[in-house]
């Protein structure tokens, strides 16, 4: 397995896909990321060269939070709320819905 973002991401599926297994990746950025550094969406996890896996773990690194850092800083904004008091802060501290659902 490769192991991008600290994350193994399965060999036998398409690139695009397989970066969508980290935490702060969805479809339309790894569509965004596979152009910016100008790898085929098509190839699949095994058959990437080891510069192409440096160009995605640098560009990933580099532009994107992701994983730890993206978690550690939604659960923060989530502290925050909850610790000045406001209505969704309440609303996470009784495991209730946010937005209204």
Same mark, same amino acid.
């Given at each position: ?36 550094? !100008?790898?085929? !969406?098509? /190839? ?22 992701? !994983?730890?850092?993206?978690?550690? !800083?939604?659960?923060?904004? /989530? ?23």
């Amino acid at each position: 397995m490769a192991r991008l973002a600290g994350v193994d991401i399965p060999r036998d599926k398409r690139v695009v896909i397989a970066l969508t297994y980290i935490y702060g990746i969805g479809r339309t950025r790894s569509h965004e990321i596979l152009a910016a550094t !100008e790898i085929n !969406e098509d /190839i699949r996890v095994k058959d990437l060269s080891d510069d192409q896996l440096v160009a995605l773990r640098d560009y990933i690194e580099g532009t994107y939070k992701v !994983e730890g850092d993206l978690r550690r !800083e939604v659960a923060a904004d /989530i502290r925050r709320k909850v610790e000045i008091g406001s209505y969704e802060g309440l609303r996470h501290r009784r495991g209730l819905p946010v937005r209204g659902q």
